[in-house]
């Protein structure tokens, strides 16, 4: 009889697809991709996140999903058994508790960036009721981030919808929350870039997203361009490994991990396409645009446009259910965990958990405000001047991320026996599994390593 997981399982191929998908698009294609592109000078930075992509992203995704449809378990349980049958080092487990750790960091700020799309859903929707229109984006946006309670009560909501999904589980929870939601979010983000067209700046936004000005390229480029590439397809923190847990066997592992990486990959391009023609036409320096880039130049076009009022709450309510399916996969490690290692409700577990990332959470809060002069002092290289919030994101997207991603590689490639990689990947031609092999042995390896050290080779 085939090995199920406790936890539930996808009821088919699709259904995978639409969660690994909603884990993967997310606040990470929307907010984080184009201000992170503006931030790095555009093109260059965006080669750069491609390659990420195609030479490490993709690989280490098919590598988690294998080594959890493999293991059956939550990360951690599922590594211990699989060392205990390789007779390889426990030290390898230590990749699942990396991913819960830098699970409950990313989602502490994440569920504070949510709340920031609740916030803005809110205000459209009750423009619908007369509520007065967001004439001054900047003013509107540094107000809101000026308050900390106000910032506190959309995270809490955020984290109470999360763990009310999670609390429900895989198929009852999960499954149903990204059906209608990722096309919807598609022809929305299609519509936004007509609508950059009408505007006559596509040509200048393409040609910044995609002219590389090599001039630009520092190690700061390179350690952004792979914490980005984990960040969005979910990698490096075994969500991808918890997901794959739940996936029957004879669904084409290489075949649903291109999907969702195209998948992810094209939302963020329509993403960058969308915005920055906006952030252009309404005279706003598409350099150095920061985490407030979305919320300070789409109101203008919403303001603009006809239909504007409607458009907007859909985009900022759209946008929150991508990152709430999100939000869903960056807890269901920590749950998982705790449900088989203490045996406890599902319910519990995704509270305790909530709770956690409600706290640690208030750090991101408060280095708007009360924190706002905290940083990292000049002269430090690529942390340089960073608040707290930046350092949390540095910490886990930057850092963890690629790390988890690094060791998973290795784990992959040199101690898991290749019977077993033959087995989970048997609609691989032997050139292609042994190419995939070469490339999580060696090349995936050897580029995170390098990026992880170019900030002090570079700068
Ligand atoms: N991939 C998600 C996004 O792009 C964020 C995420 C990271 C989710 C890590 C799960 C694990 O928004
Ligand atoms: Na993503």
């Not at 390659?51 to 349980?77: F, K, Q, T, W």
């Not at 520092?218 to 490994?241: E, K, P």
Request: with cysteine; net charge neutral.
């Amino acid at each position: 009889m085939e090995k199920t997981s406790i936890h539930g399982m996808w009821s088919s191929r699709m259904a995978f697809i639409l969660a690994a998908t909603g884990s993967a698009v997310g606040l990470g294609n929307i907010w984080r991709f184009p201000y992170m592109a503006s931030d790095n000078g555009g093109g260059a930075f965006v080669l750069v996140y491609l390659a990420c992509i195609a030479l490490v992203g993709l690989p280490i995704l098919m590598s988690e999903v294998l080594l959890g449809r493999h293991g059956r378990r939550s990360p951690v349980n599922a590594l211990t058994d699989l060392v205990r049958d390789l007779g390889a080092s426990k030290g390898w487990i230590s990749i699942g508790w990396i991913g819960m750790v830098a699970g409950v960091l990313i989602l502490s700020f994440y569920s504070v960036v949510a709340g920031w799309t609740l916030h803005y859903s809110w205000l459209y929707f009750s423009q619908l009721f007369g509520a007065a229109p967001i004439t001054d984006p900047g003013a509107t946006f540094s107000g809101l981030l000026g308050n900390p309670l106000e910032l506190s009560a959309w995270h809490a909501v955020f984290m109470v919808l999360t763990v009310a999904v999670v609390a429900l589980g895989v198929e009852k929870g999960l499954e149903r929350a990204v059906r209608f939601l990722m096309p919807a979010l598609f022809i929305l983000l299609l519509t936004l870039v007509i609508y950059g067209i009408t505007t006559g700046h596509l040509g200048e936004a393409a040609a910044f997203l995609f002219k590389p000005d090599w001039s630009q390229i520092s190690g700061r480029t390179f350690i952004d361009a792979m914490g980005q590439a984990f960040f969005t397809l979910s990698l490096g923190m075994c969500t991808m490994m918890t997901y794959g847990a739940y996936l029957p066997k004879g669904v084409s592992i290489p075949q649903v991990g291109v999907t969702v990486a195209l998948a992810d990959t094209g939302v963020a391009l329509l993403a960058g396409l969308a915005i920055f023609p906006i952030v252009i036409s309404f005279g706003i320096d598409p350099q150095g645009g920061g985490p407030g880039l979305i919320f300070t130049s789409l109101p203008h076009a919403f303001n603009a446009m006809p239909f504007g009022i409607a458009y907007g709450l859909l985009f900022f309510a759209l946008l929150s259910v991508a990152a709430w399916t999100s939000s869903i996969s960056l807890m269901e490690p920590a749950t998982a965990y705790l449900v088989e290692r203490v045996g406890m409700a599902r319910r519990k577990a995704a509270l305790l958990i909530a709770g956690i990332c409600w706290i640690v959470g208030l750090a991101t809060v408060f280095s708007f405000n009360i924190w706002s002069s905290v940083r990292v002092p000049e002269g430090m290289g690529v942390i340089s001047n960073k608040n707290v919030m930046d350092m949390i994101e540095f910490v886990s997207n930057n850092l963890m991320l690629p790390l988890g991603g690094l060791l998973i590689a290795l784990f992959a490639g040199w101690v898991v026996k290749k019977s077993l990689l033959k087995d989970e990947l048997d609609t691989l031609s032997p050139g292609v599994l042994a190419l995939w092999r070469w490339v999580v042995r060696v090349v995936a390896p050897l580029l995170v390593l390098a990026v992880l050290i170019s900030p002090f080779i570079l700068d």
